[in-house]
């Protein structure tokens, strides 16, 4: 799968291109399947991901029970593996801001995006979305994707050393690693 989603950021680039943030989902869902510990089981699983795609598009999924038929699908379909644990096992990644689905369930029609994540029937799932308001537990922020693609091992590698030699950009490497180990 080509995780390159449209044209270079600029003519001499051999590896900056310009990628859509909303792919994070996809990336992420295509990424999981090559992982070794996958079962078919889901009694066996420690964990449960829901490749469910929301927020696409402007008008689609924008009502405060996006998400219901969701719930009812799985409540229906494994309803032991969907109430083990309370849900706590389950998780989703989100390719948009946690706001946009946060809106108050009072609101319908919803000033913008969704009440997907207040509603309660999802309130113990875990959340990976790129900006996670701060309050709740269950929504993680992961980082939006990046635009930089290298075309081989060698030119990523190369790339490293130029940052590491860099004085500008230590500072900017030394953060975010801190923000990923200490999030």
């Known amino acids: 799968m080509a995780l390159v989603t449209s044209d270079k ?3 001499k680039s051999q590896s900056w291109h310009r990628t859509d943030t909303l792919i994070l989902k ?9 992982y070794p510990c996958l079962t078919v089981d889901p009694n066996l699983a420690n964990a449960v991901y829901l490749p469910y795609y929301a927020g696409y598009g402007p008008n689609v999924n924008s009502s405060m029970e996006h998400g219901v038929r969701l719930f009812e699908f799985l409540q229906s ?15 989703l990644v989100m390719a948009r ?9 009072k609101n319908d029609p919803p000033i913008w995006g969704t009440s997907f994540l207040e509603l309660l029937e999802f309130y113990n799932i875990t ?11 269950q929504e993680h922020a992961v980082p939006y994707p990046t635009s930089f693609h290298p075309t081989n091992l060698a030119f990523f590698e190369a790339w490293i050393q130029r940052v590491r ?13 801190w923000g990923w180990c200490h999030a």
Request: aromatic share 16%; no cysteine; proline share 10%.
């Open 26 to 34: 996809l990336i992420f869902h295509r990424r999981i399947l090559e």
């Open 77 to 91: 379909d494994a309803p032991d593996i969907w109430e083990r644990h309370r849900r706590h096992d389950h998780f």
């Open 97 to 105: 801001p946690a706001w946009d689905f946060s809106q108050p369930l």
């Open 127 to 137: 959340a990976l979305v790129p900006e996670a308001r701060p309050w709740p537990w």
């Open 165 to 177: 030699k860099s004085k500008e950009h230590i500072d900017v490497v030394r953060w975010r690693w």
């Open 9 to 11: 950021t600029h003519n």
